[in-house]
């Protein structure tokens, strides 16, 4: 996994790649190359095979949501008064709008888990159930 560094927060508007601050070529960075892409398909299944326009869609997909999560991001840490990305920004961001916590990064706290609450369908649905399978 790639380091996590700082990155300026002057622009929010949508970017096509991400440069760190402290680096003097202007050269983009990107998030998943082609061949990183080909080695977690190779990790996931020996026999599978993504056609050419397969791979760019993935690959776009997965610069568009970086760009989001970064543009949300610097969004949070504007708010904050900041003018770094820092963790917290990154995954309150991802929390909120993707529902999406990612461990390792931040607190070590326990997440607790969240439990859906029943509807009242459902009761009546899951007493239908029962009552059928009590006949029996």
């Known amino acids: 996994m790639a380091a996590v560094q700082n ?3 002057t ?4 970017m096509k790649s991400v440069a760190p601050q402290n680096t003097s070529s202007s050269e983009p ?3 998943l190359t082609k ?3 080909h080695d977690l398909v190779r990790e996931t299944d020996q026999t599978l095979n993504l056609e050419e326009e397969v791979e760019e869609i993935i690959l776009s997909y997965v ?8 543009n949300g991001a610097s969004m ?3 708010n904050r008064h900041a003018n770094t990305i820092e963790v917290k920004d990154v ?6 709008n993707y529902n999406m916590w990612v461990p390792g990064f931040g607190t070590d706290e326990l997440k607790p888990y969240k439990r859906s609450l029943t509807t009242e369908a459902h009761k009546q649905r899951l007493a239908l159930i029962r009552k ?3 006949k029996y």
């Not at 622009?11 to 949508?14: A, I, L, Q, W, Y």
């Not at 995954?91 to 909120?96: D, M």
Request: hydrophobic share 40%.
């Open 29 to 31: 960075i990107q998030v």
């Open 35 to 37: 061949q990183r892409l």
């Open 132 to 134: 059928t399978l009590k």
């Open 91 to 96: 995954q309150q961001f991802l929390n909120r």
């Open 76 to 78: 949070i840490a504007k």
């Open 63 to 70: 610069d568009e949501f970086v760009d989001r999560v970064l």
């Open 7 to 9: 990155v300026s927060v």
């Open 11 to 14: 622009n929010t508007t949508h």
